[in-house]
């Protein structure tokens, strides 16, 4: 344990070094900008050929995307410092700290090593897309059973095919605003976590049909802090709990992404 701690700190110490060498670098912001919106611009097109969004989808994105890339021209903070040491320095020691608090708590350097367990099928999920499919023969617009199936396919790993159910569902049932929410968590799943435009455009889409749903809003701040703007996040998730009762399902994952974001806050990222 003793030995690990010394070898990591001098890795890190290393890496100080070098960063302190490192010359305070001037990057262009607005160039930055324009290559993500780019990016995204191509995930739709993506999105598009696998039939997650549809052409009138991906016009309005792309619409506002472009919007987004023009404002930023306006942008007089253009410049940013790329590296600074000493926040740098602060960073890596408040990382060090809190890893070495955790490994001293449940750390085990003894413990034999374990393979990750391999992806398993769930038997439960299996027979509630059956039934829920079976269902859905018998009634397409039973709004609970589309749920349920594209629920159970998520859990079984089948997240395309979750998000093609959930398309078809809320084209043929365009007002009920659960199938769209589901919809984008499906996108959510399907991008292993990431909201992309595709799945923020669906989570808008629910936003105004019921601008008081918790989860478009949810994956709204979720969506800011991917964007390390913690700040922006903070802005959505604070009213979302004084909206909720306390004891809302979806509450303990509002406690925990309010402490995130103070937690980047603190540590100085996604400060200006």
Not at 108 to 115: K, L, Y
Not at 209 to 227: E, T
Not at 234 to 248: F, I, R
Request: overall charge neutral.
């Amino acid at each position: 344990m003793i030995l690990l701690s010394v070898i990591i700190s001098l890795l890190i110490a290393a890496v100080l070094w070098a960063v302190a060498r490192t010359p305070v670098v001037l990057v262009d912001r607005h160039a930055e900008e324009l290559f993500l919106h780019k990016t995204e611009i191509e995930k739709l097109g993506q999105s598009k050929q696998l039939g997650m969004i549809t052409e009138e989808d991906v016009k309005q994105q792309t619409i506002d995307l472009q919007r987004r890339m023009l404002r930023s021209r306006h942008d007089k903070n253009h410049i940013a410092r790329l590296t600074d040491p000493k926040e740098f320095g602060i960073l890596i020691g408040v990382i060090m700290l809190v890893g070495s608090a955790v490994y001293l708590q449940y750390g085990n350097p003894a413990a034999a090593d374990h393979p990750a367990p391999a992806l398993l099928k769930s038997p439960q999920a299996q027979s509630k897309y059956t039934a829920a499919r079976d269902q859905l023969l018998k009634q397409p617009d039973d709004v609970n059973a589309w749920l349920v199936m594209s629920a159970a396919l998520v859990e079984m790993g089948e997240t395309e095919r979750a998000a093609e159910a959930l398309q078809k569902a809320t084209e043929v049932m365009p007002l009920q605003v659960d199938l769209w929410v589901a919809r984008g968590q499906a996108l959510v799943a399907h991008a292993g976590g990431i909201v992309t435009p595709a799945a923020r455009l669906a989570f808008d889409h629910a936003s105004t049909l019921d601008p008081k749903h918790p989860g478009p809003r949810l994956y709204l701040a979720l969506a800011w802090m991917q964007a390390v703007q913690p700040e922006e996040a903070l802005k959505v998730l604070e009213p979302l709990a004084k909206d909720s009762v306390p004891d809302a399902p979806w509450m303990p994952k509002v406690r925990r992404m309010i402490n995130g974001c103070k937690t980047m806050l603190a540590a100085g990222v996604g400060k200006n």
